[in-house]
């Protein structure tokens, strides 16, 4: 079967131009990461994303194998943010706040952007607890929690590049504190009371404020944990009024400084 012996070899130098192309295009993407830093250029330009679908759907009509070559497609850009991600964080991002701050969100976008792994404390609690958070509270106690919440962060020390989304309480422990530097950058997210009462109104999920819900009571809690969180946070970002993208960004460069400043960049 000589015939088929020739198709392997035509196989095998799709292959070779396919490797070729993706270590080319990897290396590029380090380039681009290089070049964005050296000008102070924005880091997080999710615009760009869009053109290369857009690119990808033109060049792909009429063409055969469409999903397949998508599918591909996506791995790449998957890959690509994995890259970026490890050259700009080389340690986990721990986001810390107020119930509603924005952790959650926060990190979902981080995802989007550099496909890291999220950890949601209080959902991964949850799961391996077989119950929500309320009833946990309820049953055995906010101390019980707090015991998961220490256990889980000292867990999360072997994991790297990963964004660690804590519950609203997890720092006002010193212990938890310790725990989350040892890996991790610590991040706190802000928001003034009006804008958690409108992002918590509708959930009945936090039992510490289920009761009173409302701007004075989370005003005066926050106040009471305000300290704790400034003490804890290697930067702060205020979310008002900005978007995912704008505090992702501003993230990132406050990341970056911080970095620089330690002589680590
Ligand atoms: C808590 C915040 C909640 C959850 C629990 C206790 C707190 O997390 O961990 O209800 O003490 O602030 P979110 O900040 O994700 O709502």
Partial sequence: MEQLERYREQLQVCDEKILEGLLERNRVVEE?????????????QPDQEARQDAWLEGALEGCRHQEEVRAVFREIHR??????ARRLF???????GFMGAGKSTISEYLNTLFAMDVVE???LIAQREGMSIADI?????????RNLETALLVELQDRKNVVISCGGGTPLRECNVR??????RVVLLCADPETILERVKDSHERPLIENNKNVEYIGQLME???????AAADIVIHTDGKSALD????????????DRREGKR
């Fill in 32 to 44: 681009i990461m290089a070049c964005k830093e050296e000008n102070g250029m924005k880091i997080l």
């Fill in 79 to 84: 890959g690509s943010k994995k890259i970026q």
């Fill in 90 to 96: 080389s340690y986990n991002i721990v986001l810390i």
């Fill in 121 to 123: 404390m209080d959902q």
């Fill in 137 to 145: 509270f309820e049953v055995y106690g906010e101390e019980y929690f």
């Fill in 179 to 184: 725990e989350m530097k040892k890996n991790g």
């Fill in 224 to 230: 009471k944990r305000r300290e704790k969180y400034e």
């Fill in 247 to 258: 505090i992702c960004e501003e993230m990132v460069g406050k990341l970056l400084e911080l």
